[in-house]
């Protein structure tokens, strides 16, 4: 019996020798595991970690750059040439003051926002670039002007509005035809147009336009978002005027509603990058009501316009249509009716 316990006490003497080896020279491989893995600031390098969990770090500032594609409509504000837009009009008061820009969608029908149409419009302004009258420019009484049915005050989306006017002969104007597109990510660069984009208070507002990036994710929206991106430039920067058009493929895709007042001086790629310039309702939330109106306005209408890009129809005649502030047409008389006139006087 006495043997029996000590054996047993041996064997357990053994094993907790054993167990107490094991136990050491398993914490010190651990320990040594640990420090081979730290770096020489003594933080823990984990080379096995799955890399689909690394979490992306944003490029730094100084190392956003630019890049558009070839065929990219991306620019700074540039001034528009005489005619290069003729579908352009700027909406102006009894004072001679301007209010707001518009597009030529008919002979006698101006496109803008339903803003603008509660301003004071008195006449418009076309072939013009600028916010002041010259001899080039046609000036036309407004008559009458509409709001889109929904459209209830500053809040609402639909900031659509149409101004008819006199109507003129085809060739002061071309018109600016609607795009069909329905879904906006088609849409990736537009040019935006108005007057006086950058221009301070008092300075004269030239006709100017830019090229900007859409940003609008969704399928469909009633607002697209337009930024200026990724163009560095020194040129005075920022969008003031509302009324005008966005263009894409040479069709009006949206009315600019929404501009802003503070201009940057300078704009390099990193701040151009969150650049955000104007708001656009796009043409498919309107076109439907517009498209009517434009009917009604064409049946009564005895004077086609042609299509932007096309230039205005010259006449043989070199007749122009100008408004004068007594509200008096002149009209050129053609050479040849004047010296047929001339030769029957000298004959009695």
């Not at 005619?83 to 700027?90: E, G, I, L, N």
């Not at 609607?178 to 935006?192: A, H, K």
């Not at 006709?207 to 940003?215: A, H, S, T």
Request: with cysteine; proline share 4%.
């Amino acid at each position: 019996m006495m043997k029996t316990e000590f054996v047993f006490l041996q064997f357990l003497v053994c094993a907790v020798f054993v167990f107490s080896f094991i136990t050491t020279c398993a914490g010190e491989n651990v320990k040594k595991s640990v420090d081979e893995n730290r770096d020489e600031n003594g933080e823990t390098n984990d080379e096995s970690k799955d890399e689909s969990l690394d979490i992306p770090v944003e490029s730094e500032p100084n190392n956003i750059t630019c890049t558009r594609r070839q065929n990219s409509q991306m620019h700074e504000i540039k001034v528009a040439q005489h005619k290069q837009f003729p579908f352009m009009v700027a909406l102006m008061s009894q004072q001679n003051e301007y209010l707001c820009a518009g597009a030529v969608v008919a002979n006698g029908l101006i496109l803008t926002t339903a803003k603008c149409t509660q301003l004071p419009v008195s006449y418009v302004m076309l072939n013009t670039t600028t916010d002041k009258k010259d001899d080039t420019t046609v000036s036309l009484h407004v008559i009458k002007s509409e709001r889109f049915p929904t459209f209830t005050g500053v809040e609402s989306l639909k900031d659509v509005g149409i101004v008819y006017t006199e109507k003129h002969n085809s060739s002061i104007a071309s018109r600016i035809s609607l795009s069909n597109y329905t879904n906006p990510r088609n849409v990736i660069d537009v040019v935006g147009i108005g007057f006086g984009l950058n221009a301070e208070v008092g300075q004269t507002k030239e006709l100017q336009f830019v090229g900007m990036e859409n940003r609008s994710p969704e399928e469909i929206t009633e607002v697209l978002k337009i930024y200026f991106d990724c163009v560095e430039t020194k040129v005075v920067t920022c969008f003031k005027d509302t009324g005008g058009p966005a263009i894409f493929n040479n069709e009006l895709i949206g009315i600019i509603s929404k501009g802003q007042d503070e201009c940057s001086k300078e704009m390099s790629a990193t701040y151009a990058v969150n650049k955000r310039m104007v708001d656009v309702i796009p043409s498919y939330t309107f076109k439907p009501w517009l498209d009517e109106k434009i009917k009604k306005n064409d049946e009564q209408e005895q004077v086609a316009l042609v299509v932007y890009p096309s230039p205005p129809t010259l006449r043989s005649d070199h007749s122009v249509h100008k408004m004068m502030s007594s509200g008096i047409r002149l009209i050129a008389i053609p050479t040849h009716i004047t010296m047929g006139c001339l030769c029957i006087l000298i004959r009695y």
